[in-house]
C-alpha cells in the first residue's frame, strides 16, 4: 500500500465490539461482527458480463475533501462516487479535527451513524431531541461510537493533538447533516418571532446567539473565540 492510503478491506477476523455508552466502554458478543459490519459496507458483489466481480477498494486521502478550513476537513462518499454503495444503502465519511476543534452539534435527518476513532483522543456529546444530555464520552483511537437519527451530537478533539475518525451513515444518498451552531446553523433560515417565542427570548437576543459563531461546520478552539463572555452571558439567558 501506497503512504497516507485507508484501505478498507472485505473483511476483519475480530469478533469483538465495543460501544461507548456512560463515559465507558462495553463489550458486547452481537450475533454480528466486525467481518460482518464491514462486509455489509463494501463486501457485496455484483455480476459483470456473466462474472462475479468483487468491489474495488476506494482510498478516501485521494479524495477532495467536502469542506476544509483551518480548523479541519471531513470527506463524505455515497453512491455517486463510490457506486458499490448503492448495494448498501450507506454513505462513508472521515472527519479530521485538529487540536481543540469541534465538528459543530449537528444531527442527521436521514441516517443513523456509526464511527470509529482513527486517532488521538476527544470527547463526543449526544443529545437526546428534546435537549436533555444522552451521553457525554471520552474517545480515544479505537473506540466505535453509534449515533441514532434525529439526536444532535458533537465531536471534540482534545488539546493534545488532532481527532481523526470514519464510519458510515445508513444511507447511500447525501445525508445533508443539519448544523444546529456557526455560520451555516439551520436556525438562520428558521429566524423569526416564532422560534424566539419557543426559545422564551427576544427575537434581537436569538439573532446575536445564532449570529455569535461566524465560522461554520468546523469550530475553532474555544480559547481562540471572539468576544467568549459576552456570547456565554448571552447563551445564559437563553438556557434561563
Not at 462486509?39 to 468491489?55: D, E, L, T
Not at 446553523?185 to 416564532?194: A, D, N, R, T, Y
Request: glycine share 8%; hydrophobic share 40%; net charge positive.
Amino acid at each position: 500500500m501506497e503512504p497516507n492510503t485507508l484501505f478498507i478491506p472485505q473483511y476483519i477476523d475480530a469478533n469483538l465490539i465495543l460501544f461507548i455508552q456512560n463515559r465507558s466502554m462495553r463489550e458486547s458478543y452481537k450475533a454480528w461482527s466486525w467481518r460482518k459490519l464491514l462486509n455489509s459496507i463494501i463486501g457485496k458483489q455484483w455480476r459483470k458480463g456473466g462474472r462475479v466481480h468483487s468491489p474495488e477498494p476506494y482510498n478516501l486521502y485521494g479524495n477532495e475533501p467536502s469542506f476544509c478550513n483551518d480548523y479541519g476537513s471531513s470527506i463524505s462518499i455515497d453512491r455517486r462516487q463510490y457506486s458499490p454503495l448503492k448495494l448498501t444503502g450507506t454513505s462513508i465519511y472521515f472527519v479530521n479535527l485538529t487540536a481543540g476543534s469541534m465538528l459543530a452539534p449537528h444531527l442527521n435527518p436521514m441516517a443513523t451513524e456509526y464511527g470509529i476513532i482513527l486517532k488521538g483522543t476527544g470527547i463526543i456529546q449526544v443529545v437526546f431531541p428534546n435537549g436533555t444530555n444522552a451521553m457525554t464520552a471520552k474517545v480515544r483511537a479505537g473506540d466505535v461510537f453509534w449515533v441514532p437519527r434525529y439526536f444532535p451530537f458533537c465531536q471534540i478533539a482534545s488539546m493534545d493533538g488532532s481527532l481523526e475518525f470514519f464510519g458510515y451513515t445508513t444511507s447511500e444518498k447525501k445525508n445533508r447533516p443539519q448544523f444546529l451552531i456557526g455560520a451555516s446553523s439551520v436556525l438562520k433560515s428558521m429566524m423569526g418571532p416564532e422560534l424566539a417565542a419557543a426559545f422564551g427570548v427576544a427575537e434581537e437576543t436569538l439573532q446575536r446567539v445564532v449570529g455569535a459563531q461566524s465560522q461554520s461546520i468546523i469550530l475553532p478552539p474555544l480559547h481562540e473565540e471572539e468576544g467568549e463572555e459576552k456570547e456565554q452571558v448571552i447563551i445564559r439567558r437563553v438556557a434561563a
